[in-house]
């Protein structure tokens, strides 16, 4: 894959960070920011996060509907600390040096991971969210 593809809004990633074993952490919504570049936001004080403040490579896993299957590799780094109305979350870019095709000829991923909604006052917080990074996504393309 030259470029990452297109994926539903209600995608969930999993991002492996390292320290140097690997940790792998559900993340909500990340944003195609680009050929090569993924948004996404992480609570300011996970663990995650100072693990790609610490090193920065890292990899995020997408499996989701209309067959997308892949893992983007590269160099995280904070692009907001905090985030524009969400002081409690840090808005991360990943530039993304490889993309690894997890699509088969034998399958098709027709959804990713799906989730219910149990508190709409924190869907309305992730939909802000994402809202920002869209925009960040804007702004330097």
Request: proline share 7%; with cysteine.
């Amino acid at each position: 894959m030259d470029a990452l593809p297109e994926w539903p809004l209600d995608t969930i990633g999993v991002l492996v960070t390292a320290d140097p074993a690997p940790h792998a952490i559900p993340v909500s919504w990340p944003v195609r920011a680009g050929d090569r570049r993924i948004l996404l936001s992480l609570k300011s004080d996970r663990g995650s996060l100072a693990r790609l403040r610490d090193r920065p490579e890292v990899a995020l896993l997408i499996l989701s509907g209309g067959n997308v299957a892949l893992c983007a590799r590269g160099a995280a780094h904070v692009i907001a600390d905090p985030m524009p109305g969400a002081e409690d979350y840090v808005a991360v870019a990943i530039d993304v040096t490889v993309i690894d095709d997890h699509r088969q000829s034998a399958f098709a991923v027709l959804t990713g991971i799906q989730r219910t909604v149990i508190d709409p006052t924190e869907l309305r917080y992730l939909e802000k969210r994402v809202t920002t990074l869209k925009a960040m996504a804007t702004e330097r393309n």
